[in-house]
């Protein structure tokens, strides 16, 4: 992922002559489509799945998730049916408190009010690696990913031997998850198989953003709270894809647009799928307070 | 196709026969040589030496041999070539004579001789068509981004030629991809030709002799790509005296320092161009510690044995470098050697051995600290060639020879650097491959109106270990998941092989002197393939040979032209229609991972190609204002099926349920203007204008949001189009005084893109800087500014 922020920055040096511009453009609307967003943990913890629709592009959000209510959906785990999710409807989402368990499989049924059902591909929970070590420190230089002086958050881990892993890193300020495509964070084992990794940046953030943080805190303190998470490959195929189509765009070496295929299929037509996707996530968490030095 | 070897046989053999019946006639001798400038002893490519009384002719090869077999008498010879004095003499030919002729170039004749930019009626009578050939001096004159002449740039004002968007990296010709083009640089492969991400070229147009672009008709001595050659010539450097060019411009300087080392006997050129924007980031203070530059150094050393014997060493090194302080570094470049022995058999018969090496390779990482690594890529070609030309008679000449060429790719190796580094050493297995080719081909006037010109390839092609191959479930590469053995191959043992002919044939046929009709058909195959799923290609993409599950491209042309000219010869038109067939040709998945991927092979999807065309093009070749007009309308699409094992359904309707889709490089429309006017001695102006139909694109089908982003859903590939570009670019140039006779120096200004357009390059969706749930079109410009340039340029 970085390559690509590096190559863009390369460029960006000598497209002093390069302008983007915001443009009209009328798109037609869609046909009606399910939209899948949820996932299941490892944590004692309320879980949660969102049902929506595919709208217009440039249609006003958030969508309307309320549409989709009367919808019966319930965990599976090993293929046994282990709970329903309720709707909340100050949330706006299916609510089932539930702790994932690793070396289970999970998946979700959805009956809709038009008689349709869908279900997800089943994932199975892999086993967490706990995060070691979590510190902070001052960018020294400028990069094309931080600017000298941005905090850099740091872990130190250990990745476990045997090829097959893969990570994600979610971040969270005061409590707020970083959801921007740019905190997309995933990689594999391939190039630290069984290694010690040390020192390894897994979030930036810069002062300004800091100052904002700092205060709206009641505290005036800043926190940043790294989960460190393993996820089926399926699921890494999709979060790259999804990091590829909303941040490689654009530019020359932006990659062409793509279909984002879930795991999430219409029971009865297996060629037909839902879109989103519904995951397991083993999980880590560490925290660390940012203090200004 | 049967049919097709059947008439290269009977055509050959009455060639051959016709040739033996007639010397038996009469007595005959040959007149050989070479052809070269009078002023630096360089080879002509491409000149000619025509017989007056008998119409009959020669055209030096590319290594700039001719020769003529008539019968014994007094003639007159015309001897022409692009942008010299035709030069005609008449002699006595009663034996058989070595002679080399020497030209004179436009600026070493007098101002009352009309010196044509070629011969006049030569597009209707030779038989070549879907070629173009374009002087250096032509090049230079045409005003490019920040006034820095490039050869590639220049072809892709020629109908049929397009490149994706501005600055893009590389051309394409009649509906190919960038990968089709086989690039040469005096006979070795260059396999990326871009600096600086696509904005220039790695060609100094002060070290290159002569560009050449097949977009069909291709001769069969070339081989190895699907839509086109391009062969690159570097100067041989001046026997005859010490001479510099030079020039200083905005973005890069360049020298290039030539003369006899033995006059009239060996000679050499060192030519160089380094770019100096990170000179200037020096003076930030936010990146002084960042590097950014390119250069690139041609070299040569020409022997003139005997007159039997020549001994060429030519040398290519090129590299972009990139550098973010200490965090970030990446460079790329191509080396190339080449080494050729040019012998003379006999007064007939010319005989050319080349050894060729080319490596390109790239390397990026980060130099220090933890997370330090280097990646690195890398592809070795090299070659060795023998190649003969028989010149059996003026009704025919024969082409033969055989190549051997040897490939070693490395696609991706990470490398820890120092002991603190969290990486592991980790590579994609190399992949070796050798690939031995025949070929011959002969060029026959069968009647005064009738010339054609036929040939036949054979290339074998060799995919060999060690190599470990995955065996996937079905026998399908469709997921690395369902990998179920792995069968390993030993050093040299062979992993796959493929072959097949590839016959060229082209015809013309003379309607009257001012017009003629031409055809041809050409087969040609292509056993590697650039592994891209970029919008334009980039330095790290790698080259994928065929092998074990990756098949070899092949395609068939057609191409029927006809060619007329008026007011005695000023004005030249060409039309040609072309229809193109193309298999096996790749594509890729939904976000397919291209880079460090041992299961490659899985991201691949595999269609078939077709495109077809009209081009049309006026030039004016002579007067004050020369220049052309070229336009092309053209249609290029590809089909995916996809495949689907009984287990294995997510490619079952491949890209846009199998249904055609128009490529990323599909341009309806594209028309250039290109003048060029000379005011007087002093001042030269020159402008160039295009419009072309904006590339297809892909618009989100619908929006929708996951975990707070908002996502695109997109659905049918390149169903729209981004709007069309049209840009004018000007600029003069000013012949400065010079305080003696040698120096020659002038000052070239203009301005790029003048009236400021901005052209998309490409319309793209993403979240609103102020609202991340607002989802916003956008459209960039590569150059939406008029970029104005000055350059100063000089020769002693």
Redesign the interface.
């Known amino acids: 992922m970085k390559l690509h922020i590096y190559i863009i920055a390369i460029l960006s040096v000598f497209s002093i002559s390069a302008c983007t511009d915001v443009i009209t453009l009328d798109l037609d609307d869609p046909e009606p489509v399910l939209v899948v967003d949820g996932f299941i943990s490892n944590l004692d913890v309320i879980q949660s799945v969102r049902l929506s629709s595919l709208d217009n592009y440039f249609a006003p959000q958030p969508p309307e998730y309320s549409k989709y209510k009367s919808a019966v959906v319930t965990l599976q785990e090993n293929g046994a049916y282990a709970g329903t999710y309720v709707f909340n409807d100050t949330e706006l989402q299916f609510e089932l408190p539930y702790q994932g368990l690793e070396g289970k499989e999970y998946q979700i049924h959805i009956s809709l009010p038009d008689g349709t059902s869908y279900l997800s591909a089943s994932e199975l929970m892999e086993s967490i690696v706990p995060i070691d070590t979590i510190w902070h420190e001052l960018s020294e230089e400028d990069g094309p990913s931080a600017d000298k002086g941005d905090f850099l958050v740091k872990i130190n881990t250990l990745e476990p031997a045997g090829l097959g892993d893969n990570y994600q890193w979610k971040s969270y300020v005061n409590g707020q998850y970083n959801f921007a495509a740019e905190d997309i964070f995933v990689s594999d084992d391939r190039f630290v198989d069984g290694q010690d990794v040390i020192d390894f940046d897994v979030y930036s953030l810069d002062q300004e953003e800091f100052e904002e943080y700092k205060n709206e805190s009641l505290t005036g303190q800043v926190f940043v709270t790294i989960e460190q998470t393993t996820i089926s490959a399926r699921y890494f195929d999709y979060i790259l894809l999804v990091s590829q189509q909303l941040l490689q765009v654009g530019s020359p070496f932006a990659s062409p647009p793509a279909e984002i295929r879930g795991n999430v299929y219409k029971e009865g037509e297996d060629e037909v799928l839902a879109l989103g996707y519904f995951y397991t996530s083993s999980v880590d968490a560490a925290t660390v307070e940012l203090l200004e030095q | 196709m049967k049919l097709f070897y059947k008439l290269f046989l009977i055509s050959f053999l009455i060639g051959i026969s016709g040739t033996l019946l007639a010397q038996t006639k009469a007595e005959k001798y040959t007149l050989s040589g070479y052809i070269r400038d009078a002023n630096t002893g360089e080879d002509l490519i491409g000149a000619t030496i025509k017989v007056k009384q008998l119409g009959a002719g020669a055209a030096t090869n590319v290594y700039g041999f001719y020769s003529l077999t008539i019968p014994k008498g007094f003639y007159t010879f015309e001897i022409s070539y692009i942008g010299y004095q035709t030069q005609i003499d008449s002699f006595e030919l009663n034996s058989s004579r070595t002679l080399t002729l020497s030209l004179k170039t436009s600026d070493q004749v007098l101002t009352e001789f009309v010196v044509s930019a070629t011969k006049e009626d030569e597009n209707i009578t030779k038989i070549q068509m879907s070629v173009e050939k374009m002087s250096i001096s032509t090049i230079k004159e045409i005003p490019q981004l920040l006034g820095e002449a490039d050869v590639i740039k220049s072809i892709q004002l020629r109908p049929g030629v397009t490149s994706v968007?501005e600055?893009?990296s590389g051309f394409n010709v009649r509906g190919g991809n960038i990968d089709q083009n086989l690039i040469l640089l005096d006979e070795a492969p260059v396999y990326n030709s871009s600096h600086?991400?696509?904005?220039f070229s790695v060609f100094n147009p002060d070290a290159i002799k002569d560009v050449t672009l097949y977009k069909g008709g291709i001769p069969s001595k070339y081989g190895g790509r699907l839509s086109s050659v391009m062969d690159v010539r570097q100067r041989d450097g001046n026997d005859k005296r010490f001479s510099a060019t030079g020039g200083i411009g905005l973005l890069f300087s360049r020298l290039t320092l030539e003369g006899p080392i033995v006059k009239d006997k060996i000679s050499f050129l060192v030519s160089a161009r380094r770019s100096y924007?990170d000179l200037f980031?020096k003076f930030s203070k936010?990146?002084k510690?960042?590097q950014?530059y390119f250069y690139d150094l041609n070299t040569k050393v020409s022997w003139k044995v005997n007159d039997k014997n020549r001994v060429f060493v030519s040398g290519y090194f090129g590299k972009d470098i990139?550098g973010?302080?200490?965090?970030?570094k990446?460079k790329w470049g191509n080396a190339t050697g080449t080494v050729r022995w040019n012998h003379i058999i006999s007064d007939k018969h010319f005989m050319n051995i080349t050894g060729v090496y080319s490596d390109y390779s790239y390397a990026?990482g980060v130099p220090s600290?933890?997370?330090a690594?280097e990646w690195s890529s890398r592809i070795i070609n090299m070659e060795a060639k023998a190649d003969f030309t028989y010149f059996l008679s003026p009704k025919l000449t024969l082409e033969y020879g055989a190549e051997y060429q040897n490939y070693t790719f490395s696609p991706g190796e990470?490398k820890p650097l120092g002991s603190?580094s969290?990486?592991?050493p980790?590579e994609v297995q190399k992949e070796y491959a050798h690939m031995p080719s025949l070929f011959i081909g002969a060029e026959q006037e069968v009647t005064k109106k009738l010339k054609l010109q036929y040939g036949l390839r054979y290339t074998h092609y060799f995919n060999v270990g060690e190599q470990d191959i995955d065996i996937y479930k079905d026998g399908v590469a469709t997921n690395?998941?369902e990998i179920v053995d792995v069968k390993h191959y030993d050093k040299g043992e062979m992993v796959a092989n493929y072959g097949g002919l590839e016959p060229r044939v082209s015809a013309n046929y003379v309607l009257n002197k001012k017009s003629s009709i031409k055809a041809s058909y050409q087969r040609t195959k292509q056993y590697m393939h650039l592994i891209s799923?970029?919008?334009?290609a980039?330095p790290?993409d790698i080259w994928k040979p065929a092998g074990y599950y990756v098949k070899p491209s092949e395609a068939d042309q057609y191409v029927l032209g006809y060619f007329r000219n008026f007011k005695k010869n000023v004005y030249e038109l060409s039309i040609e229609g072309y229809y193109k067939e193309m298999r096996n040709l790749v594509d890729?998945r939904?976000?397919a991972?291209l880079?460090?991927n041992e299961t490659i092979e899985t991201e691949l999807l595999i269609g078939n190609g077709k495109s077809y065309g009209l081009e049309f093009m006026i030039n004016k070749k002579k007067g004050n204002l020369t220049g052309w007009i070229a336009y092309t309308l053209s249609k290029t699409t590809m089909t995916v099926p996809g495949f689907s094992t009984p287990t294995y359904?997510?490619v079952?309707?491949g890209i846009n349920g199998g249904q055609p889709y128009a490529t990323?490089w599909d341009k309806t429309h594209d028309l250039t203007l290109v003048a060029m006017y000379d005011i007087n001695e002093k001042w030269k102006l020159s402008g160039n204008f295009i419009f072309m139909t904006g590339r297809p694109a892909?618009?989100?089908?619908?929006?929708?949001?996951?975990?707070?982003?908002?996502?695109?859903?997109?659905?049918t590939?390149n169903a729209s189009r981004i709007p069309s570009t049209h840009r004018l670019d000007i600029s003069a140039t000013y012949k400065l005084k010079a305080k003696n006779d040698k120096l020659k120096h002038s000052i070239a200004f203009g301005l790029y893109n003048l009236y400021g357009n901005?052209n998309p390059?490409?319309?793209?969706?993403?979240?609103s800087d102020d609202n991340?749930?607002?989802?916003?079109?956008?459209?960039?410009?590569?150059?939406?500014?008029p970029?104005p340039f000055i350059t100063y340029n000089f020769k002693f």
């Open positions: 968007g600055g893009a600086l991400f696509g904005f924007a980031l936010n990146n510690d960042n950014a990139f973010f302080g200490e965090q970030f990446m990026l600290g933890t997370s690594f990470i603190e969290i990486f592991t980790f690395a998941s799923n970029t919008t334009s980039t790290i890729y939904n976000g991972e880079l460090l359904k997510d079952a309707n990323n892909t618009y989100p089908n619908g929006g929708y949001v996951w975990e707070g982003k908002v996502l695109p859903d997109y659905r590939r901005k390059y490409s319309i793209y969706f993403s979240p991340p749930l607002l989802t916003e079109a956008k459209q960039l410009s590569i150059i939406g500014i970029v």
